[in-house]
C-alpha cells in the first residue's frame, strides 16, 4: 500500500451483557480525544441492526504512518482502557482507501413571503414566535428570521436548512402541519416560497471564532420582547500585539464550558443575544469525579429550556436517603414526592455538560474550545479580553459584558482580585471516589450513607450514590492510609491526579468490611480517583461588566451536588437580566440584583452543607422540609429589590421572591387535556397571571385589557378564572379556568389578584386586589 494513501481500520467488537449504552458513550469519550491526534481524519461507530451489543469502531486516518504514531500513544490507550471492561470479544482490520464520493448537497435558504390582512400584524407575529419555537430540534433546520417591509403587512421568512433533502422530507411529513398550524390561515391567504442555493458566504472564510460569532446572531427570539433603546457606541478597538488577530465583538464573552457557563450562554442565545463561549480545555468533559445530582429544581429549570426529558433517559432516579450510624439505621427518608413536578435525578457531571452544549449548539453557538483567557480589561462601555487561541495565537474580544464561569481556579476571580470571605476553607481529611458494582441487598434507588462515631467523632463515613446499571454505584468514603500518609495535608490537583497512583478496589473493600453490611463485595472498578473538599464564597459576585457564578463564586463540600445545581441556578438568574442589559431595554440597577439575589442564597447553601458534612445530614426534625431545603425548592429572594407586593388579601401562597408552584388541572378552551401552570411561564418571558372569580365585574375585566395593552411585548397576560367566574365572550385576553380551585388554593388567593412570574421561574411582584399602578412601578425597576 502507498504510504501517502488514507487507510481505514475497522475494530470489530462485541460489548458485555447489559453495557451497550456505556460501551457507547465510552467510545464517545475517547473518540473525542482520538479526532484531534494528527492524521485522523474520521472516528466512527457504527451498530448492528440485528445484534445491538456488536458495533464497528471505523478510523480514517491520512496515511499509514499517522496511523502507526497512534498505536502506542495515550489517545489509544484512552480508546484502550475505556473500552476494556466492557467488551466481550474483539478482532481489527486494517484497509486501504481507493475512493471516496462526497455528498454534495449545498445549504439552502428558503424565503417564504406571506401578506397579512391591516391589523392582523402583531397576531401574525405571535404565531410566527410560537411556531418558531416548535420548530426547535427539526432535522436540518439551521436557523431562521423574520422580516417585514417597512410600512407594510408584508413578511419574509427566511429559513436556512442544511440541504434540500432535509427540507424537502420536512415539507412531506404531514406531522409538519401541527407546528405551523398557527401560521395556515395567513398562508393560504397571501404565500409564496422561493428555494435558493446558498453558493457563497463571507463568514465561510473567517477563523472558527468568527464563526461562531456570525452564526450565533440571527436567531428567531422564542417571546415578544420590548423594543431595544438606542445603545451607547462601542469604545474604538484597542492597539493589538504584533502576531495578534481580532475578532469581531461579541455582547456577552463567557468564560468556562461547565455547567454554569452552558447553562449562561444557552439563556442568552434562546433570547438572540449573540454570545462567544470559550473553554481552555480542548476536550469535552470525560471526568468522572464530578457532580451525578441534579436537583428537582434544576430538572424544572430543564423542562424549561427543553432537556428534562434526555436528562430523565440518561439518568436514574433518587428515591431516597438510608442513613447508617455504627451499623444501625437512623433514618430512611422517602423523596418521592408527587406534588412536586420532578423527583432527584442521578446524572454524572460530563453527561450534564454534554445534555447542554448539545442545546447550545441548537442555537447557534457552540463551544470554542483550546480558548484560554489570559487577561481582560474593562471600561464604562465594555471589556477587552485577550484569549490564546489553539493555534497559540492571542486574539482581542471586545464584549458588553464578561461572565466568568471557569471554576475553582477561576482567572476571571483573580483578575479581579476578589477574595474568599474569611480565606478559603479546606478539610484535612483526604477522600477517595469510585465507581463499582456493590453486591448486598440494600433498597434500589437509595442514597446510602454510613458512617462510623467514636467518642462523638466520626471515625469513618461511607457514602453510596447509585448511577445507571444494575449494582453500580458512586461510592467517597475516606482515603487509605498509605494515601493520607503519601500525601500529607497539601492541596492536590483538579480531576485525575497523574502525581499518585489511585486508589484501587482492596482499598474500598477494606472500607466496605469495615462500614457496610456484612458481605458486601464490590467487583468491576471502572475509574477512581482522590480529592480534598474546598469552601468558600467570593465577597463580590459582580465588578462592573464583569460577573462570576458557579465555582467561580463559591466552592461547596460535595453533599447533594449543591455546587453545580447552584452554579446552574446563578446563570438562570443572570441570563436573563443581560439579555435585557444587552438590548438597552434594562432598568438601571437591574444587573445588581444578581449580586443582591444570588450571594445571600449561595452563602446559606455553602454555610449549611459545611456544617452537616460530617453528620448524618438529618438536622430537622421535618424531612420533607429539609429534603426541599436541599434541593432549593424552597430557595426565595425575599427582600431583593426587584421583588415587591401590594394589598394583603392573601391567605398564604408563595411570597414575593419565592419560586412559583405549578398547578396541573388548568383548562382551556379547544384544548383536550389539562394545562399545567408551567406551560404558560416557559420561555424567555415576564409572565403576569391575573385571577378574575364570580365578584369580577365588567370594569375590572376592561382594567385588565388596559394592563395588558401596557405591558404588551415584555410581559405574556393570561386570566385565570374561577368556575364562576363570568367571563366577557368580546374578551382580549387568553382565559383558562380554575376548574378544581388548585390555582386558588396554591396561590393563597381570595379574591381578585395578579401575580407576576420572572423568566427565572420566581414570583417577582404580588397583588390583590389587582393595582395597575404598583404594577407599573414594579415593572419599571425591571424595563427601561
Known sequence: MPDDSPVRTILRMRAREGCAEEFERAWRSAAAHISRVPGSLRQELIRDVDDPRT????????????????????????????LRDLRESGEKATYEVLETVLGAGPRIRVDVTVTVAEGE?????????????????????????????????????????????????????????????????????????????????PEDDLPVAAQASVTARPRPRAQPQPQPQPQPQPTPRPVVQEGSTVDRSTDVLVVGAGPAGLTAAIELARRGVPCRLIEKRPDGNVAADKAIGVQCRTMEIWENIGVAREAMDLGVWLHGQTVYVNGQQTHQVDWDLPELPFAHVGLPQYETERILENCLASHGVRVERGHELQAFTQDADGVTAQVLRP????????????????????????????????????????????????????????????????????????????????????????????????IGSGAIPPGFSQEYDPPTLADIQAVLDQLAPAGTTASNLRWSSIFRIKHGIVDRYQVGRVFVAGDAAHLHPPAGGQGMNTGIQDAWNLGWK????????????????????????????????VKIAFTDEMDMDDEREQFMLEMQMTLSYAGSPLVGSSGDLFDGGPQPGDRAPDVRDLSRFGVGHQVRLFELTRGTAHTLLVYADGSTGGDEYAGFEKLAEKVRGSVNIYVVASPDATVPGALDLPVLRDASGAFRGAYGLRGTGAYLI??????????????????????????A
Open 55 to 82: 458495533f464497528l469502531i471505523v478510523s480514517d486516518w491520512a496515511d499509514s504512518a499517522a496511523l502507526e504514531a497512534f498505536g502506542p500513544s495515550a489517545a489509544r490507550e484512552r480508546l484502550t482502557a475505556a
Open 121 to 201: 400584524e402583531e397576531a401574525y407575529e405571535r404565531a410566527y414566535l410560537k411556531v418558531a419555537e416548535r420548530m426547535r430540534g427539526t432535522p436540518g433546520h439551521v436557523r431562521e428570521e423574520l422580516l417585514r417591509e417597512p410600512g407594510t403587512g408584508t413578511y419574509h421568512i427566511f429559513a436556512e436548512w442544511e440541504d434540500e433533502a432535509s427540507f424537502n422530507a420536512w415539507t412531506d411529513d404531514q406531522a409538519h402541519l401541527d407546528q405551523t398550524a398557527p401560521l395556515i390561515q395567513y398562508i393560504c391567504e397571501n404565500f409564496k416560497r422561493t428555494t435558493y442555493h446558498i453558493a457563497a458566504r
Open 391 to 486: 493555534d497559540g495565537s492571542v486574539e482581542t474580544v471586545r464584549s458588553q459584558y464578561l461572565v466568568g464561569t471557569d471554576g475553582a481556579h477561576s482567572t476571571v476571580r483573580q483578575s479581579l482580585g476578589l477574595t474568599f470571605e474569611g480565606g478559603m476553607g479546606m478539610f484535612p481529611q483526604l477522600f477517595m471516589l469510585g465507581d463499582v458494582d456493590l453486591d448486598w441487598s440494600m433498597p434500589e434507588g437509595h442514597l446510602l450513607r454510613f458512617i462510623q462515631v467514636e467518642d462523638e467523632e466520626m471515625r469513618g463515613m461511607l457514602v453510596c450514590v447509585p448511577l445507571r446499571g444494575p449494582g453500580r454505584y458512586r461510592v467517597a468514603t475516606l482515603a487509605p492510609p498509605r494515601l493520607q500518609a503519601e
Open 578 to 609: 443581560l439579555a435585557l442589559a444587552v438590548r438597552g431595554a434594562a432598568a438601571p440597577g437591574l444587573l445588581d440584583s444578581y449580586e443582591a439575589e444570588r450571594r445571600p442564597a449561595g452563602k446559606a447553601i455553602v454555610d449549611r452543607a
Open 758 to 783: 420572572r423568566p427565572d421561574g420566581h414570583v417577582g411582584f404580588r397583588s390583590s386586589p389587582v393595582a395597575a399602578a404598583a404594577l407599573d412601578e414594579h415593572l419599571a425597576r425591571i424595563f
